[in-house]
């Protein structure tokens, strides 16, 4: 299932402003080494092509939406 975010920080690396509807693709794994654990690596909603930038889990909203707003690959 594809989740969805909307930012609520401004990212200065990736032009990421609030209110920005963004996809997630994977958590990022914990290191104990590092503070990780809440970092999400995500992309713009319909930017296919784009990069993937980390965002911290604090600074998005997920929502649900009523249907899948993008393709789901089988």
């Not at 997630?24 to 784009?50: K, Q, T, W």
């Not at 980390?54 to 899948?68: G, R, S, Y």
């Amino acid at each position: 299932m594809i989740r969805y975010y909307i930012a609520t920080s401004y990212n200065q690396n990736n032009l990421c402003k609030p209110g920005d509807a963004l996809v997630r693709y994977e958590i990022i794994p914990s290191n104990p080494l590092l503070d990780e654990s809440n970092m999400y690596r995500v992309r713009h909603l319909f930017d296919y092509g784009a990069p993937l930038f980390v965002m911290n889990k604090n600074d998005l909203i997920e929502f649900v939406p009523a249907k899948e707003l993008e393709f789901s690959p089988a």
